[in-house]
Nanobody
């Protein structure tokens, strides 16, 4: 079982910033896509951003474009989510998802990912 661990969540004021990180252990894939999803109470888990194996494709949800940045240093290392200008509606549990994909694939649905972290809470409140 691949272990996926997120970190970096916390409480932040509106307009503030947080940086999340995600590490997947026992990576046996030559190429894989990593993604961030979030889920607020009473709502379905929604797509935030994804990054393919070499970082050439980084789709974002419309709600976070221009504010969030997903990145990775190399193909098998951690992925990061820099969140700027946070809003109260960004409050949710943020999950990291990982799966082996073709180099150009960056899915935006939960069923496309096999490995998930336990989530990290992000709360934006004044």
């Amino acid at each position: 079982q691949v272990q996926v661990v997120e970190s970096g969540g916390g409480l932040v004021q509106p307009g503030g910033s947080l940086s999340l990180s995600c590490t997947a252990s026992q990576n046996q894939f030559s190429t894989y896509t990593m993604a961030w999803f979030r889920q607020a109470p009473g709502k379905e888990r929604e797509f935030v951003a994804a990054i393919n194996w070499n970082g050439s494709k980084t789709p974002y949800a419309e709600s976070v474009k221009g504010r969030f940045t997903i990145s990775r240093v190399n193909a098998k290392g951690p992925t990061y989510l820099q969140m700027n200008n946070l809003k109260p509606e960004d409050t949710a549990i943020y999950y990291c998802a990982v799966d082996r994909r073709r180099p150009w694939e960056t899915p935006s649905t939960t069923n496309e990912y096999t490995y998930w972290g336990q989530g990290t809470q992000v709360t934006v409140s004044s």
